[in-house]
């Protein structure tokens, strides 16, 4: 397949691992772009959108859009650090003070911080949402407000894979009075001209290429932990998280009109690698007009570690965004990994979208396909991108998966 864009020399591996993955790795179209020092060295995207199945061959072009899944988060959580850094919101203070209808069943001492680093315990939904329940925001904003924590709050940290969103997104809404989507619109994606959407507007629909779900393995075996878990017992966290979605996850409904209207902040973001490169580009260069060094910092700084409640394997996280880690030994389908150097942080998503900021190397790194990749995080596709952006720069993977300069 074709690959089109630009690709500085000192990068050429990148543009060579992008072409194997199309050739050899199951990649359907995809797009990748990074940045150096603020300059764009890699900006490149290929294969084919397949909008209308595996016979349709419509070219992936420089304005292709495709869902992000939760690489969306890393979007929202640097909406909430905005805020922050403007003296507005403050992420000690409980977080029924800006929310006070959230200090239902025992979360009335809960902070702002606990629902960034995934520790509140309302990583689900107790009771059966009702169907297409994730389109009307007051409908899931009413229900976390009366939800009861799955554990007591602070003791320990789970993946909020579909609550994060709505929990974050409410608290920027009650301070700053505009939705997620809009604050993020408004502040970021028009500013720095990104082609990234909490919330997609009708006039960009064509340019979406439709997500094609990830390949089954041929044994259960081979599922990771977590949806091994939750496909055996519905009632378990995981089943839970997978489960009672109201009918939004594995039904194909992120491929419909009204997924890509709904502002779905945890996993519903529509963009390409460059939008998301130029989103985490600031971070990596002091924080620009978005972020505080000071704030900045905390973004990147470990808040919470160890085995996690939801996915039941070890997690790291910032406030809101994803640190190194490798997953690789814990099991045959549990080989999620993500590989980058420690001073960096960002977000991956279902399937292999990734993007992420390393102040240290003052570099941003953003990819986004159609196709998903097994596993829960990154795959080989994008981390082969991610390696290779950092052999360019001298780095070396010397242990636990982690580049050191």
Same mark, same amino acid.
């Given at each position: ?73 890393? #979007? ?5 650090? +905005?805020? &922050? *850094?403007?003296?507005? @919101?403050?992420?000690?203070?409980? $977080? =029924? ?32 949402l009702p169907i297409n329940a994730f ?22 940290h789970g993946y909020h894979g579909t ?45 979406? #290429? ?5 390949? +089954?393995? &041929? *044994?259960?075996?081979? @599922?990771?932990?977590?949806?091994? $878990? =939750? ?118 998503? +279902?399937?292999? *979208? ?52």
């Amino acid at each position: 397949m074709s690959v089109d864009g630009a690709c500085d020399p000192r990068f050429a591996q990148v543009r060579d691992e992008f072409e194997r993955n199309l050739a050899e790795r199951g990649e359907v179209g995809a797009s990748v772009c990074v940045t150096l020092a603020g300059e764009t060295v890699v900006d490149l995207w290929g294969g084919t959108t397949e909008p209308s199945g595996p016979g349709d061959r419509s070219p992936w072009t420089k304005d292709t859009l495709a869902l992000m899944w939760s690489a969306t988060k890393g #979007a929202t959580a640097l909406c909430a650090h +905005m805020l &922050a *850094s403007r003296g507005v @919101l403050d992420l000690d203070a409980p $977080v =029924a003070q800006y929310w006070p209808e959230f200090a239902k069943n025992g979360k009335d001492a809960i902070p702002v911080r606990m629902l960034l680093c995934h520790q509140a315990g309302l990583a689900a939904f107790h009771d059966p949402l009702p169907i297409n329940a994730f389109y009307d925001w007051d409908v899931i904003t009413d229900t976390l407000a009366g939800e009861e924590p799955f554990w007591e709050p602070g003791t320990r940290h789970g993946y909020h894979g579909t609550t994060f969103g709505h929990l974050v997104g409410e608290v920027v809404r009650r301070v700053d009075g505009r939705s997620l989507g809009t604050f993020f619109r408004e502040e970021v994606a028009q500013p720095f001209g990104l082609d990234l959407f909490i919330g997609l507007p009708e006039e960009h629909e064509s340019r979406v #290429a439709p997500n094609i779900d990830m390949d +089954m393995p &041929a *044994s259960p075996d081979e @599922l990771p932990t977590f949806y091994r $878990v =939750a496909l055996s017992d519905p009632t378990s966290l995981p089943g839970l998280i997978v489960l009672n979605t109201g009918g939004w996850m594995g039904t194909g409904a992120c491929n419909t009109r009204e997924s890509h209207a709904a502002e779905l902040p945890a996993l519903g973001g529509i963009g390409n690698g460059r939008a998301l490169a130029g989103m985490y580009a600031p971070l990596a260069n002091g924080g620009g007009d978005l972020v505080t060094p000071e704030q900045l910092a905390q973004m990147g700084a470990v808040s919470a570690a160890g085995i996690d409640a939801s996915v039941l394997m070890p997690s790291r996280w910032t406030l809101g965004f994803m640190k190194a880690l490798d997953n690789r030994a814990q099991g045959p389908g549990d080989r999620d990994f993500c590989f980058m150097s420690e001073e960096a942080f960002g977000h991956a998503g +279902m399937g292999g *979208s990734m993007g992420f900021a390393d102040p240290k190397a003052r570099l941003s790194f953003g990819y986004v396909m159609n196709k998903q990749g097994g596993g829960l995080a990154l795959n080989e596709r994008g981390q082969s991108l991610i390696d290779a952006v950092y052999r360019a720069l001298g780095y070396k993977r010397v242990r636990e998966g982690i580049w050191y300069d």
